[in-house]
């Protein structure tokens, strides 16, 4: 609310029907910050599951 209230000065209508996707649009958010298959695998090697108990 801080960001598109606040920062953004949206009308609250506008505010409350913008998706996520369209607030960090506007607020110049949007490329650097996605998650792919290569940072989910990377996760997943870092950190595995346990084994379950033999």
Do not use: I, K, N
Not at 10 to 33: D, I, Y
Not at 35 to 51: I, K, N, T, V
């Amino acid at each position: 609310m801080a960001l598109g209230l606040g920062r953004l000065r949206l009308h609250p209508e506008v505010f409350w029907s913008s998706s996520p996707r369209e607030l960090a649009a506007m607020a110049g958010l949007t490329g650097a910050s996605r998650f792919g298959a290569a940072d989910l695998a990377a996760l997943m090697a870092a950190h595995p599951d346990a084994a379950p108990p033999a």
